[in-house]
């Protein structure tokens, strides 16, 4: 009798490695009828990516150019507020100009 539960485990360990030999291998059939579309999806990926990047490297380079002008800004800025902080000393003009107080 232990002869025979032996065989027939033996029997049904052999068939489940089958199957999972046959579902691994449906698996694999699985993926490679999928590497298509995700190639395709690949390629129109890529070629959205490309313009993007040049619209970033062209963003860079405007941003480099403003980065060069901020100092000037804020120059006469400072000039600016001079002037007006100076007329207003000088009362040349009405108190229009003046800074509202904080309260």
């Known amino acids: 009798m232990n002869k025979n539960i032996v065989d ?24 490679n009828q999928n590497v298509p579309a995700i190639s395709q999806s690949i390629d129109r990926v890529s070629r959205q990516v490309e313009p993007s990047l ?3 490297q062209f963003i860079l380079e405007e941003i480099a150019e403003i980065r060069k002008l901020i100092p000037s800004l804020l120059e006469r800025v400072d000039r600016s507020v001079a ?9 040349r003009y009405p108190r229009l100009l003046a800074r509202p107080s904080r309260r």
Not at 20 to 27: K, L, T, V
Not at 84 to 90: A, E, K, L, S, Y
């Open 83 to 91: 002037v007006i902080d100076d007329t207003q000393r000088n009362d």
């Open 8 to 31: 027939n485990l033996a029997s049904l360990s052999r068939f489940a490695l089958a199957a999972a030999i046959f579902y691994f291998a449906f698996q694999l059939y699985q993926i």
């Open 54 to 56: 040049e619209e970033v």
